[in-house]
């Protein structure tokens, strides 16, 4: 499966941006698909991840409230929607994909995007 992430850009603090990855080439169905995020100079972190169903989701503390992970299987696409943005939350934003799992680990994953921007000015 290939995986298009886009929706990035530069907000300030307390902004919003929706984020999509888009899939082709596979059953999206069947995948979990996560986000990622890399700051300048750190290692790629664990966001959120959503089943193949949409049913369950899973997303890193700093992120619950402020960000939603949600899917639309019938346009093989998963979204981030990113409210109150912080300036820590810059970063460029990586989905993944993997079957039959669910895990935080950015080796579980097999297929990536090519990651989005994002930037939040204070």
């Known amino acids: 499966v290939q995986l298009q992430a886009s929706g990035g850009g530069f907000v300030q603090a307390g902004g919003s941006l929706r984020l999509s990855c888009a899939a082709s080439?596979?059953?999206?169905?069947?995948?979990?698909v996560a986000w990622f995020s890399q700051a300048p100079g750190k290692e790629r972190e664990f966001v959120a991840w959503i089943s193949e169903n949409g049913r369950n989701t899973y997303l890193l503390d700093n992120v619950k409230g402020r960000f939603t992970i949600s899917r639309d299987n019938a346009k093989n696409t998963v979204y981030l929607e990113m409210n109150s943005l912080r300036p820590e939350d810059t970063a460029v934003y990586y989905c993944a994909a993997a079957l039959l799992i669910r895990n935080v680990r950015t080796d579980k994953y097999d297929y990536w995007g090519q990651g989005t921007q994002v930037t939040v000015s204070s």
């Open positions: 080439g596979g059953t999206f169905s069947r995948y979990t």
